[in-house]
């Protein structure tokens, strides 16, 4: 991702900005994938692994990047602990 875009791009719900995520963050939420616990703030389970992702470090909400596009849809975030 260009540090361009990833200077403007904010958390849709809290309006903070948002971090690339890093190694230790992803391998935690593909271990959740893993073991069948990672929803979707909707509810909706993941199962597919992450290969990258935003971060609102503030409320721990992280946010897909899917073939290089962020999914800025806050319904489609999980949030992280």
Known sequence: MSPELLEILV??????????AD??????INQRI???NCREISGEI?????????????????????????????ENAIAFE
């Open 46 to 74: 993941v199962s597919q692994p992450v290969k990258e992702g935003l971060l609102q470090p503030d409320s721990g909400i992280f946010y897909f990047i899917r073939d290089g596009i962020p999914i800025l849809i806050y």
């Open 11 to 20: 958390c849709p719900r809290s309006k903070k900005k948002l971090v690339l």
């Open 23 to 28: 190694t230790a963050t992803l391998e935690k």
């Open 34 to 36: 893993a073991n069948g």
